[in-house]
């Protein structure tokens, strides 16, 4: 008995992480105090960037400024003579319809956001509105910092989570794409609107918007189908839903429809008669270089957008001139709906705020 007393502080259960003495349990693996998401810094966050991501930022800016030199140069050429002529004696009327199409294109680009994360969160429509004026506003800008201002109000304001953020912008630009792209294909294609071209972009956007919920539910399945959870950022989680998917569809087609006139009034200010099957063409070149563009939209829209006139024969100088008409009635509107916004959400105070302090992660 003396000797199992003796021996039975030696043999207490090794697993009681309670039981080992301070410096063991400081030694042993830890969580982060907040969500393990927010130990990370954003993808987008200073901290993670490379020299190479910075100089590819430096050389896009660069590139940009050099395209928007050159698409400046040819609007203001001796060709446009008459167009530049017709563009300072535009009737209000036709520059108000400009600016309205273009504050209705701001708005429904925020509630395709707003849809989008229903499934995961559900925010305050105003709110995301205002963040996209926000972000439309700057995102000429490189280092992505539309991208951050949204994520700073979205995630610090609103507590949606880094991981459903992933989600959420991951689900915006692959159901975007999925819209965009067979329209983009239908226009090079066939040059005109016929019922091919509807086929293909219609089509082409329904099959694609079918792809998308039936890999988003095949992902819940596990084994090795939940390959597609990872490489889609957890944008499953929200493609698996019809409604966000069909919602998304209609408010692009919609946001499309609103640009394609954008183009055509603008084409009237500058009195250029633009076919309405090349002011489709030409407003999805514009919006997927918007989406795609690696350094900030300055130049590199309207330098893309002359390339399209280019391959399809067209003066390239008038749909330049076009384009930065459209370019420059969406800064002005973008500027009034932005300075609207950033005072309905004050997002300096959550910009800088300090990391851990926000809704986020409380709740998480």
Excluded at 3 to 28: C, N, Q, Y
Excluded at 342 to 359: F, K, Q, T, V
């Amino acid at each position: 008995m003396r000797v199992a007393a003796a021996l039975r502080p030696a043999i207490r259960p090794a697993g009681r992480i309670g039981d080992m003495p301070t410096p063991e349990r400081e030694r042993g693996l830890r969580a982060p105090g907040g969500p393990l998401l927010d130990a990370v810094a954003p993808p987008t966050s200073p901290r993670r960037w490379s020299i190479w991501k910075v100089l590819v930022q430096v050389v896009g800016l660069a590139a940009g400024i050099a395209l928007f030199a050159w698409a400046i140069s040819m609007a203001f050429s001796p060709a446009n003579r008459a167009s530049l002529a017709a563009l300072r004696e535009a009737p209000a009327g036709l520059i108000a319809a400009l600016l309205l199409l273009t504050a209705l294109s701001i708005v429904l680009n925020g509630l395709n956001f707003w849809a989008v994360l229903l499934p995961l969160k559900r925010l305050h429509a105003m709110d995301v509105v205002a963040t996209s004026a926000i972000a439309t506003f700057i995102s000429i800008l490189p280092f992505k910092l539309s991208l951050l201002v949204r994520v700073a109000i979205h995630h610090r304001r609103d507590g949606v989570c880094l991981k459903d953020m992933l989600a959420w912008f991951a689900a915006m630009s692959a159901l975007g794409l999925s819209v965009l792209i067979p329209l983009g294909v239908a226009g090079l294609w066939r040059g005109r609107i016929d019922v091919l071209w509807w086929l293909t972009a219609a089509g082409g956007a329904v099959l694609l918007s079918i792809a998308a919920v039936v890999c988003g539910r095949a992902a819940q399945r596990g084994g090795a189908w939940r390959m597609l959870h990872t490489l889609s950022l957890g944008a499953d989680r929200i493609v698996r839903h019809p409604a966000p998917v069909i919602q998304q569809a209609v408010l692009r087609v919609a946001d499309i429809g609103l640009l394609t006139a954008r183009y055509i009034a603008a084409g009237a200010i500058a009195n250029v008669a633009l076919a309405p099957d090349k002011a489709v063409l030409f407003s999805t070149t514009y919006f997927l270089l918007s989406v795609l563009a690696p350094a900030g939209t300055l130049g590199i829209r309207e330098g893309g957008v002359a390339g399209t006139a280019l391959l399809l024969g067209m003066p390239k100088e008038e749909i330049v001139l076009i384009t930065l008409i459209v370019t420059s009635a969406e800064t002005i509107v973008a500027l009034v709906m932005g300075a609207a916004g950033w005072i309905r959400l004050r997002p300096e105070r959550y910009i800088w705020r300090a990391r851990g302090s926000n809704a986020a992660d409380r709740a998480e």
